[in-house]
């Protein structure tokens, strides 16, 4: 076990100086592009708001903290659940969220490096500010890995399985996440891999339905990637078999230009798309 020294209690607002991706923007010595209005304004706190991401978009996670930050700073106090954090390290995530004096000390404890966590602070700040508790929401690539080999229903106990998985995974579900997988990887993943894959994928949005759900009866917010808080395929849909009657929202952050997914998300908030190589140009020949 872990030997953790903690700094002085959480500071009782959010500062301006680790919000580098925030309003505070004008701190920086280089502006960034002006990103459209938030969209969200009119939309009432639900019991669940499922925020999506691109991982790498820095004025998306922007948007995205200034309309939790607008939520809390108005009196919400959700749990906030990350795709960041795999579920095993609870027991440590919520120590650190109780003790640590800054996102920097969260972040060390945890020791996630395959993250960004520059975008990721201010969300994390605002944790510690106003003691939100912390939700970590994600398979680890370990579980994943086994997934893969055995089975969406691997890494889960009787009880869950009874609840999200006594009838198969609907057909849609795997069809539209096969589809995702293939333009995620250039469509060269070589066929064998892909259903292992789809598995690993929709145990992710299983478990984030059920940590969700174990919440109750405070109200979460979930930070992850867009595909996962698709209505059509994420977890929403398995909320939704869960517990029919639960008020459920979802916001996706999309690129300009890049791929939209009508109907899918109750809210859209588009933005300028992040300069990045293109990540198929190493499957590309002359």
């Not at 502006?31 to 691109?54: K, M, R, T, Y």
């Not at 966590?117 to 994943?144: G, H, T």
């Not at 999200?164 to 333009?183: F, M």
Request: glycine share 6%; aromatic share 6%; net charge positive.
């Amino acid at each position: 076990m872990k030997t953790l020294t903690f700094r002085a209690p959480a500071r009782a607002t959010v500062l301006c100086g680790v919000l580098a991706l925030s309003a505070c923007g004008g701190l920086l010595k280089k502006s960034p592009p002006p990103a459209p209005a938030p969209v969200a304004d009119s939309l009432p706190n639900p019991q669940v708001l499922l925020l999506g991401e691109v991982h790498d978009n820095a004025q998306g996670h922007r948007l995205r903290f200034e309309e939790l930050q607008r939520r809390v700073a108005a009196g919400w106090r959700p749990a906030i659940a990350m795709e960041q954090f795999d579920r095993e390290t609870q027991p440590l995530l919520t120590r650190a969220a109780r003790d640590c004096a800054d996102p920097e000390c969260i972040i060390r404890v945890m020791e996630q490096p395959r993250w960004d966590w520059s975008l990721y602070r201010p969300v994390l700040d605002l944790v510690i500010s106003y003691q939100l508790p912390l939700i970590a929401a994600n398979l680890s690539r370990a579980d994943a890995s086994r997934t893969v080999r055995d089975g969406v229903q691997w890494s889960m106990p009787p009880a869950m399985r009874a609840t999200y998985l006594a009838a198969p995974v609907p057909a849609d579900i795997l069809a539209a996440q096969k589809k995702e997988i293939q333009d995620g990887h250039c469509g060269m993943l070589p066929d064998m891999m892909i259903g292992g894959m789809v598995d690993a994928q929709v145990a992710r949005d299983i478990w984030m339905a059920k940590l969700i759900r174990d919440q109750a009866p405070r109200d979460v917010v979930l930070f992850a990637g867009n595909g996962h808080v698709r209505k059509d395929i994420g977890v929403p849909r398995w909320l939704k078999l869960a517990d029919p009657q639960l008020n459920v929202r979802a916001i996706g952050y999309l690129e300009q230009g890049g791929a939209s997914y009508p109907g899918v998300f109750d809210l859209t908030q588009t933005m300028p798309a992040q300069p990045r190589p293109d990540p198929c140009a190493k499957f590309k020949t002359n």
